[in-house]
């Protein structure tokens, strides 16, 4: 069975401050994908990014990046100066590649706030 | 920007009445998916669907649930007797399925309120 585990329910932090996001999955499937959305109070699910399991390289874009560790099952999300726009419920998603359906599993989400 | 749209934004119903919600998924997808997210709560997996049938559906999907895509474009979930808690924010989602590009672009959500 697949599950994804965001141990972080809420966060708070100043506005320019670092923030880390953590995100622990669980798979038998070989070749899985990982993402990361963003639910701001408005309630759409917007997507950061998607990770395969064969690309471990970490990634950046702008003031986010990510850290995809296979040894330990993570997939950790940060935002480096985070800013008052960043507040939102971030979630940690996979997917196996199985034919006909690649449904996404949730975590439940860890529920950031930046204060100016 | 291609995009998938849901319609209602948001429907009020009574207990035991049918509702249907709508989406239009990305035109060139071929998978489309239903999700429920319970007000708080993470999103929950209902349904996907390929090639006109059901490929996988989750244990939340019982018979009250039903899915279609009645012609070319729109893609229906339908509730047969709602309940107060089927209460919640249902998205519906598309892909592709590409390797390179794999992504499930989703709709902006249907509020669904049982009174």
């Known amino acids: 069975a697949q599950k994804v585990t965001q141990a972080q329910t809420e966060i708070s932090v100043v506005e320019k401050e670092d923030v880390t996001l953590d995100c622990v999955y669980e798979?038998?499937?070989?070749?899985?994908?990982l993402f990361w959305y963003k639910q701001p109070p408005s309630g759409e699910l917007v997507f950061l990014i998607r990770?395969?399991?064969?690309?471990?390289q970490n990634e950046i874009s702008g003031r986010y990046s990510w850290n995809f560790q296979k040894s330990t099952s993570s997939f950790n999300f940060t935002i480096t100066a985070s800013q008052v726009v960043d507040s939102a419920v971030y979630f940690c998603a996979l997917s196996g590649l199985r034919s006909g359906s690649e449904k996404l599993v949730f975590g439940k989400g860890t529920k950031l706030t930046v204060n100016p | 920007e291609p995009e998938v749209t849901q319609t209602p934004s948001h429907q009020v119903t009574q207990m035991g009445q049918e509702v249907i919600l709508r989406c239009v998924p990305i035109?060139?997808?071929?998978?489309f998916y239903w999700y429920r997210q319970i007000l708080g709560q993470k999103v929950e997996f209902l349904v996907s669907f390929y090639n006109n049938e059901i490929s996988e559906k989750s244990e939340i999907f019982d018979d009250q649930f039903s899915v279609e895509r009645p012609d070319g474009s729109n893609f229906t979930l339908k509730i047969r007797s709602t309940k107060l808690e089927d209460s919640a924010m249902y998205f519906c989602a598309s892909s592709d399925l590409a390797p390179d590009s794999y992504e499930q672009y989703f709709g902006p959500g249907t509020r669904l309120t049982v009174t």
């Open positions: 990770r395969n399991s064969f690309d471990e």
């Open positions: 035109s060139n997808h071929l998978y």
């Open positions: 798979t038998r499937d070989t070749t899985y994908y």
